[in-house]
């Protein structure tokens, strides 16, 4: 007999996001592997939405969602915004993207079609995680 089995988030990962800025926590960072032309780096980064960061609702809480940075010098200002976002002070230096596992930043999540098939994107528009919680004593 062949079985498969599925997580929740594996049902969840085909479920499309409304267009909207969300608040996503940071999970696995990938090594840089090369790019298909073998001309540049890849770095794939694994996240889930917590909740819309606007309003708050969680209609797609657990939606995971990938972010992939290149590493082409034109490409590099992605990953700046992603770590201005995360409260980085970027300097001329070296930064250990792995540092981010855990952390949460807002992400602006996008539908696009890709192979013939809708998907969410994170096309590179990030924003500090914007405090916006009643705090209750």
């Known amino acids: 007999m062949t079985m498969v089995e599925f997580s929740d988030s594996d049902l969840l990962r085909n479920k499309l996001c409304d267009p909207a800025w969300y ?27 917590l909740r819309n960061a606007d309003n708050g609702t969680e209609d797609f809480k657990g939606v995971p969602v990938t972010i992939q940075f290149n590493d082409k010098v034109k490409a590099r200002g992605f990953i700046e915004g992603f770590l201005r976002a995360l409260g980085v002070d970027v300097q001329a230096g ?41 705090v209750q004593a």
Request: aromatic share 8%; proline share 4%; hydrophobic share 30%.
């Open 23 to 49: 608040r996503l926590e940071i999970g696995a960072v990938g090594p840089w592997t090369p790019s298909k032309d073998q001309q540049s780096n890849n770095c794939l980064i694994e996240a889930v939405v």
């Open 94 to 134: 070296r930064y250990n993207l792995q540092a981010a596992s855990g952390q949460q930043v807002d992400a602006f999540i996008e539908n696009e079609t890709y192979e013939g098939r809708t998907r969410n994107r994170i096309n590179h528009k990030y924003r500090p995680v914007r405090v916006t919680e009643a």
